[in-house]
């Protein structure tokens, strides 16, 4: 065996335990917060189907929110991983403080929607009692989004610091408490939805006074400002805005999929939304490694090391791989059988495979887009993913759109329409649009910023 060759396996070993070391803690926490609603979910459940509709009417308007907000994250990331990588650990703390200012101010802007809690919640056209359990849920929850911007931003730090654990560890001890808050809240002190809210609430300012003192340390430690620099902060909200706008073309193509389900009818709707639980469950697996690619890629060109930064892209792609390859054949082989999980309504249950299947052969083709969304992310090419969405978005309505023709029947033959559109048209025009940029090397720009 040549020498060369020795190398390369070695290299190989040592970017797969990195991979590893950031993607397995990553999935932890991942997996930790969806959690905290699942908390809610389980304990407001037994009060009544009024409160637990309206805590899932004002979770789905947090979520929203929160989930546009996820470039607070995806955005400090690299910009913390690249000065890293230059061997500038004072300039990579004064970036992360800057995701975190800017988290603040966004969060303190989105503490005036407390009075609109019940007009958006009545959006929705619920009933009145169960927008009033709604409304509650969210205007109490609103009170706690600025220390979840906190801990997005906070996370995004110590992501581009290589360190995936603290995070999780921190999701861990929160969604404890916010647990056993719950329980005493919610039926201790007899508060009702009230209570499950204040307990969250309570939960994610405790995770941000512990992301906010590791900051404070850090900087202390690296004698860096804690004072706001506006200059600063607006580079980050510039490039924020970018991923918002590629977060935004997601969330459209994931409305325009369940606006084309709803017209075949309650059980392809029904269907649909299974579809996605599972396709948001197995996306953590995934999404893990794209943080772990975030990171990695942040810190590689940052040292200005372009071949690095080829390797770690080679190997995260065969790894997004092999994963969509195993979770498609887990959901292959559940196809038939895992709808039984979710609903005892027998149309439902037998039109689930037509989305399943299809869902299940595309695995391969989500780890490949994961896994290059992160690469892209990591490399701060935030501006071509925003304008590359909505190409993604122009070759993907058109397709799901066949699944309205009057040619298609109602039913099974809908819902497959739908779904191999999705899981064939919209994530393969977001392979072809990441793959043919990661192909090039206008994305590898090299230094300490972008």
């Known amino acids: ?16 335990r990195d991979i590893v070391a950031l993607a397995l803690p990553a999935l932890g926490a991942l997996v930790a917060e969806p959690a905290f ?15 637990l509709a309206g805590v899932g009417l004002g979770a789905t308007v947090l979520q929203t929110a929160v989930g546009l907000l996820i470039f607070l994250a995806y955005g400090t990331t690299p910009a913390v991983a690249r000065r890293l990588g230059a061997g500038d650990r004072p300039g990579a703390i004064r970036a992360g403080i800057d995701g975190i200012w800017l988290a603040i101010v966004v969060g303190a802007v989105l503490l005036l929607a407390v009075p609109l809690a019940r007009p958006l919640v009545a959006l929705f056209g619920a009933a009145g009692d169960v927008t009033g359990h709604g409304a509650t849920y969210l205007g109490i929850s609103i009170l706690g989004l600025p220390a979840m ?35 005493v809240l919610i039926y201790g002190l007899d508060l009702g939805v009230a209570g499950s809210a204040i307990g969250t609430v309570v939960a994610q300012w405790g995770m941000a006074a512990f992301f906010l003192a590791f900051a404070i340390r850090e900087a202390r430690r690296e004698r860096v400002s804690l004072r ?64 772990a690619g975030q990171a990695m890629l942040g810190k590689a060109l940052g040292a200005g090391d372009a071949a690095l930064a080829r390797r770690i892209t080679r190997r995260l792609v065969r790894w997004g791989l092999v994963s969509g390859c195993m ?21 439902v249950i037998g039109l ?19 896994v290059l969304d992160g690469v892209l992310i ?27 023709l009057p040619a298609v029947p109602h039913g099974a033959a809908a819902l497959a329409v739908v779904w191999v559109a999705f899981g064939f048209g919209f994530l393969g025009a977001r392979a072809l649009t990441l793959g043919l940029r990661a192909r090039s090397d206008a994305w590898m720009m090299l230094g300490a910023t972008r």
Not at 37 to 51: F, I, N, P, S, Y
């Open 327 to 347: 979770l498609g054949a887990a959901m292959l082989a559940l196809a038939w059988v895992v709808g039984g999980a979710f609903t005892s309504d027998p149309a």
């Open 378 to 404: 990591g490399a701060g090419d935030a501006r071509y993913l925003a304008w590359t969405g909505l190409v993604n978005l122009a070759l993907y309505l058109p397709l799901l759109l066949l699944a309205l």
């Open 352 to 370: 689930l495979p037509w989305a399943l299947v299809p869902l299940a052969l595309a695995q391969p083709l989500a780890g490949f887009v994961f």
């Open 228 to 291: 706001p620099s506006l200059a600063a902060v607006g580079r980050v909200a510039g490039v924020g805005v970018w991923l918002l706008l590629r977060t935004l073309s997601l969330r459209v193509a994931l409305i325009a999929t369940t606006a084309v389900a709803t017209q075949q009818g309650t059980e392809v709707l029904a269907a649909t939304q299974v579809a996605f639980a599972l396709f948001s469950t197995l996306a953590f697996a995934l999404d893990a490694l794209a943080i």
């Open 149 to 183: 911007l906190v801990v997005l931003a906070a996370t995004g730090l110590l992501r581009g610091l290589q360190d995936t654990r603290t995070p999780l560890v921190v999701a861990g001890a929160g969604f404890t408490a916010n647990a056993i808050l719950n329980v």
């Open 37 to 51: 609603l699942l908390v809610d979910t389980a304990l407001v459940g037994h009060l009544g189907a009024a409160q």
């Open 1 to 16: 065996m040549s020498e060369r060759t020795t190398s390369t396996r070695a290299e190989r070993r040592l970017l797969d």
